[in-house]
């Protein structure tokens, strides 16, 4: 009988051990099969304006004004040249500015194998592994940054914080 316990323990603390690619998240076993959150675009609701005639004509493939356009819309918003959207204009001057220091074109292979080194040196304890915990926040703990501490370095050095909140009024 101990035997048999002792053998039903031991399997699935090995399996544990296995091998392999670590997890980042630890979401789910087969991530292939679900749904991609970030394919879903909702479109907007349909409206029957005032006059029928004042209507596009339709073209097959093209867009209808029930479509997203979520890069007309952010410049719609933020008061941008919406005409710049159609002229085909890009963000040439961001990428330009982004990248004027050079740019290193394996920057995503040295990154990923600096990720995959980390986490198979930080893979999570005995029973976080083989339950399936998500120990990503633990795991990149010492990296995280602490943005209150961040904003009140930011304030102290009188850099505008115009996304965050402001601070203590004073009496």
């Not at 995959?116 to 010492?142: I, K, M, S, T």
Request: with cysteine; hydrophobic share 40%.
């Amino acid at each position: 009988m101990l035997r048999r316990l002792l053998l039903l323990c031991l399997v699935p603390t090995l399996g544990a051990c296995a091998g392999g690619d670590p997890g980042l998240m630890n979401i789910g076993r087969d991530r292939a099969g679900g749904p991609d959150e970030f394919g879903v675009i909702p479109t907007r609701p349909l409206e029957v304006p005032e006059d029928i005639s004042a209507l596009p004509v339709p073209t097959p493939g093209g867009a209808n004004l029930a479509d997203p356009a979520p890069e007309r819309d952010v410049a719609s918003a933020l008061g941008g040249d919406i005409g710049a959207l159609a002229r085909g204009s890009t963000d040439g001057a961001l990428l330009a500015h982004a990248t004027r220091h050079g740019v290193d074109s394996d920057i995503r292979v040295e990154l990923a194998a600096a990720d995959l080194e980390f986490r198979r040196d930080n893979p999570g304890r005995v029973l976080e592994r083989l339950f399936d915990v998500n120990v990503y926040f633990r795991a990149y703990q010492e990296m995280a940054l602490d943005q209150h501490a961040e904003l009140a370095r930011l304030r102290r050095l009188g850099i505008r914080t115009s996304a965050a909140p402001p601070g203590p009024v004073e009496e």
